[in-house]
């Protein structure tokens, strides 16, 4: 059986240290991300959630320059992007993409002087790339630990918050009318957002954490009409796009050009756009045998409203 | 202005002289209604009158800079419990997971941490809810993808199922077909008749409510007039409101608030038909 299965398994593949502890960190965060990124492309907030895969760079490379794991890094840059971008006001529907761009901006500005602050020093192009496309075999068992922990806080504030989150998501004015404090769900879900990002960068890297955050969580909303499956479906797909690009970039080692192993993070990335265009295909597929479109015509009813 | 005693504790809803000035603009001047439980109260004035910040202020949305507003005779706080709220202009996207009945059921306990846990005493109360808006044959759609009826109907529900006292609506009727328009009032006249619950509409279009609506809140320039449709709708108290003549003209049972050709020349080429069409407020 095992040499039947061996051009799928390479040899060493489930004895291998470094792929049980990317597996468990993959399995984590496609959970993490999954439940986050739902809410995020309901609120459409994905440029946020872009946002801050990006400033984990900064996070990333100050963490560098302090000497400090990259976790730290992405984690703490992530909460001062969103406390900032909640000061500038991402909250006002109007101006959000303003704040949530101006903080980008200043934060990768940071991000290019740490890079070149450290470059002057040590060879950084290893690093950087690690930093910018994600490193999951690299990562430390020691950072199991703090994973779990944040991991865990991140479902804890969803999950708390789900029910009035999922109100304002739809209409603010429903939930602040209910007593629901708006302001505060929403700076609480603006931190698991930013948390949520902090741990995709860890396993795909920041610029990637993106796709895991809004890619399994938009294919899930094309398939699902209940929140909470989408959820799930957005966790299934993203544990599979994992797992297959763990194996998948394990394998790789034995590939051309150099033999060293293709990036896991373009497997995953990969694999999620691929579910996220055949998510699309019962649509279609209903659209072109003339199934009930979106209503417009009784929304546009002329005349009314002068 | 202030009734104390019997006479607030019939009212569900009482509004006193109610000031409200936002951004150095005096939206509202003087406002005073009340309404009495089971009562369909129509909220009648052009886009601007100030019904929706009226609306902000009855919900504890919108500071007032004067005046009261009383919910069972309490100020503010736990009393707007007592409040069910259909928001203006409610738009989703049609690819929001979100069935109708999803979003009924958080009429029940959405300020609730956690996720709701599936019951059947839920379940079926959100069930009897769906039949009683007519809504259980898109109760599986999602919510985004309802024609613009169906979708008030579904905030209708998830408005009524936490059993307020007092329901209301901002603007339910805008952007529907006549018939649409029609059947929602229809349905709203049943359930404030049936389960003794409130309504206050707001609409700028009068003629929809006049079957149903007992009494008459018209909003003009900030100011209210309040009273039945008979006295309310009317040459002299429209006039009086608006600051300048205004005509009321009855067709086949149906009413035009027509801009008077009056010495008020600004008004001059306008064919103002109903609030605010060719009045400036």
Known sequence: MSHLLSPVFAAGFFESEPVRIAAAIGTLVAVVTALVGVFTVMRGQSFAGEAFGDLGTTGGSGALLVGVGPLGGFVAGNVIAAAAM?????????????????VLGAGLGLAALFLYLYGSEHSTTGTTVSILFGSIFAVASSTIGPVIGLSAAVVLITVALYRPLLLSSINSEMAAARGIPVRLVGALYLLALALAAALAALTIGTILSTALLVGPAASALRLTRRPLTAVLTAGAIGIGAMWLGILLAYDSYSWPPAKQGWPVSFFVVTIVFLVYLLAGLPEARARRRGARPAPAGERSAPGLEG | ?????????????????????????????????????????????????????????????????????????????????????????????????????????????????????????????????????????????????????????????????????????????????????????????????????????????????????????????????NGTTAEIIRAEVLSKLYGHHVDVLNVHGRVLIVAGAGEDTDLAGHEGMFPGAGIPS
Request: aromatic share 2%.
């Open chain 1, 86 to 102: 909640e000061a500038v006001g991402i909250q006002r529907s109007r101006g959000r993409d303003l704040a949530t761009g101006i």
């Open chain 2, 1 to 225: 202005m202030s009734l104390d005693g019997s006479g607030a504790a019939a009212s569900i809803l009482e509004v006193s002289d109610l000031d409200v000035q936002l951004g150095g603009r005096r939206i509202l001047d003087g406002v005073s209604f009340r309404i009495a439980p089971g009562e369909f109260t129509g909220l009648i004035g052009s886009n601007g009158a100030g019904k929706t910040t009226l609306f902000r202020v009855i919900l504890g949305l919108q500071p007032a800079s004067a005046g009261r507003v009383a919910i069972e005779g309490a100020a503010g706080g736990r009393s707007r419990r007592a409040l069910g709220y259909v928001p203006q202009k409610f738009l989703i996207d049609p690819d929001v997971p979100l069935r109708a009945r999803d979003l009924v059921g958080l009429g029940i306990d959405a300020q609730r941490l956690g996720v709701p846990l599936p019951s059947r005493t839920r379940r079926e109360r959100v069930e009897q809810m769906l039949e009683a808006v007519d809504a259980v044959e898109f109760a599986d759609t999602r919510v985004g993808r309802l024609s613009g009826g169906e979708q008030q109907r579904i905030l209708i529900a998830h408005a009524l199922i936490s059993e307020p006292r007092l329901l209301l609506l901002d603007e339910p009727l805008a952007n529907l077909d006549l018939r649409s328009a029609a059947e929602v009032v229809r349905l709203l006249a049943r359930i404030a008749r049936e389960q003794r619950i409130a309504v206050l509409i707001s609409a700028h279009e009068i003629n929809p409510l006049l079957p149903v609506m007992d009494r008459v809140v018209y909003l003009a320039s900030g100011r209210a007039a």
